[in-house]
């Protein structure tokens, strides 16, 4: 027996493979977030002999709607309507459901950008499907069925998760985990304009929405080096020396989830299972010890530089070039010695 | 009167936690655990409110037994009292099945406001607070910062990525609290002895609930571990200096200068 309050459905009328897309924030592209998500969709949909549908949503998508198609999309099912202006959880999520029941998926993929993680799952108790979150592969398996593939805690085991009864198989996807496919125009596709009746906003109502004034800073998951400090560096003051070494070596600053803990770092600067996928040249982990769920934010870094004072700290497995000493000596002798190769090269 | 309801979970306090091959559910036996600490924050949050405004907190939580623990520590923290739910038939729910409960726990109990962390720290969804709005359909804002009550009505305040959002809901609504925004109050004493002399933790378990079998615990729960697998080690050069930190530096910046990972 299924649960009576889930409606009945017919599993085999369920195909294709969707996204959720959102224009970006200055509304002339699509973000980048679910452009990745598009790449992923095409590897899934071409393993399941399917198509890629989109569904963009918002107001003024329309002159957008040909972007996805470039990226790997077949169908682009676009609701382009005022009522959208605004964006509410319950009911961009509720347009969302309503137009995949129109065409039904198999597959339906959100972005995991803040915005995107609270509407998936109302997404999917709407369907009253199950959802797999921070996914990150996909495949198919020996029965035909989707698997979505996550880390769970112990940060070197992945999970493999399959929806069986219901649909859509439903999954979201943090940013940066899947790459940005490379834009082809050349690329064919179809534009279908939905109308879907948007709900009004029940009890809730925007009042401001104000821009943050970032500081002009490379977000640590575009950085091309990374310095990161663990709990190791024990204070705050120990942060402003790795700033200086990133400084001088043209990179950003960021963390394990010890040291946000301990307020020594921003929560956006996270390294990790639990924080961002990080993708430079060059990750300097400074007194961190490499517990398995830092790690998997790295996988993707080039060269990994490990400082420790504990020769049998984990971190060194995982990494390219080690020094084992206490960074308070180490990290200072660095600055020393880029400095002095900075002011030759400024003579020379 | 402002009724409040708080969502903990009681999660595993280590990083070696391990899943039954079988049925891919936690293995809990012998692992410390602790309140998620997110959830402390939510229970901050609601004491918050409640201390200004006037009402009642309510905490609950669907776990094993030994979760009983962790309520006693928000009861601690000034919380009025606390449900545990607690099934054998709740077990091996996905968030799906978790949303279901504690929908029908807090409808139960009575609301007005819903308070929860933003995700916990063993499988880190953050589903569970869209989905008991949906199953309650009641608006719902997560990452919450600042909250206050003006004429009855919630104005909230977050940020994401790049906007800051002031919203105004009606009760009942449900919010999400921003990890890492809130210092949880420490527990007190006088808080303690009170739960003690009291004891206002209720148990449910589905015979006051009775909820259908299929829309709980496994049964209930569309989604299903298939697998696990070890995740391939990244292969890394694995070079490694010890000595002197001048050294070790120069060491070091040859290596990069040699890789073309810095300019001389
Ligand atoms: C390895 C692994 C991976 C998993 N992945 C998924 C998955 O991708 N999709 C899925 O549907 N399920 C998944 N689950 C099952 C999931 O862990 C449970 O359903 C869990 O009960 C709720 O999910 P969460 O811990 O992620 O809660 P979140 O959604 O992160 O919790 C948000 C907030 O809801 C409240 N809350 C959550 N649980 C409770 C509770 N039991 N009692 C009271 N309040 C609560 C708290 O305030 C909490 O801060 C997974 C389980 C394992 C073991
Ligand atoms: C579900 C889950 C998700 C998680 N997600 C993340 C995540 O996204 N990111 C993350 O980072 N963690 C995450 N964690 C936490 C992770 O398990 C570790 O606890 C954490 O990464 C440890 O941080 P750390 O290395 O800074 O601290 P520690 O493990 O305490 O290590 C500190 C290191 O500093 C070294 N040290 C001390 N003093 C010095 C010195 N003077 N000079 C040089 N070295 C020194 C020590 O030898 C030690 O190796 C997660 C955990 C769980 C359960």
Redesign the interface.
Known sequence: ??????PEIRLDEYEGVWVAAFAD?SGQGIEEASLQLIGAARQLADKLETYVGVALIGRGVRDLAREPIFYGADRVFVVDDDRLATYY??VW?RVLHDLASRHRPEVFLIPA???G??????I???F???????LTAMDV?ERG?V?LIR????????????????RPVMGSVRPNVFPTPERDESRTGEVVEESIDVPE????????????L?KEEIPIEKADVIVAGGRGIGSKEGFKLLRRLADL?GGVVAGSRKA??AGWIE??KQVG??GKAVKP??YIAVAISG???HV?GI?EAK???AINVD?DAPI???????????YR??V???I???EE?KG??KEG | MLRIVVGIKWVPNTTSVNIDPKTGTLIREGIPSVVNPHDLEAVEMALRLRDEYGGRVTAITMSPPSARAGLEHVLGMGVDDAVLVSDRAFAGADTLATSYVLAKVIERLGYDLIVFGQETIDSSTAHVGAQVASWLDIPYVYYVTHARLEGGRLIVRRSLENVRETYELELPALISVAMHTLHPRRVRLSHKLRAKLESPIETWTNRELGLEPDCIGLKGSPTALSKIEMIPKVPRKNEIFRGDPREAAKWLVDKLIEEGLLEV
């Open positions: 027996m299924v649960c009576s309050e889930w924030e959880p319950a999520g950008t803040l915005r993680r609270e509407m998936a799952p109302y999917a108790n709407s009253r499907t199950g959802i797999t979150a921070d398996n069925e698997v880390p769970p805690f112990g940060g070197f085991m992945l999970a493999h998760i399959v929806t069986r009864n219901r906003p029940r009890g809730i109502r925007l009042l401001e929405r104000e821009p943050i970032k070596l946000v803990d929560p956006d299972q639990t040249n060059l517990a398995a769920q998997f996988r060269r990994v530089v020769p060194f497995e995982h990494s390219d070039y080690g020094i084992v000493g206490d000596e180490v200072p002798a660095l020393e010695l880029l190769i030759r090269r």
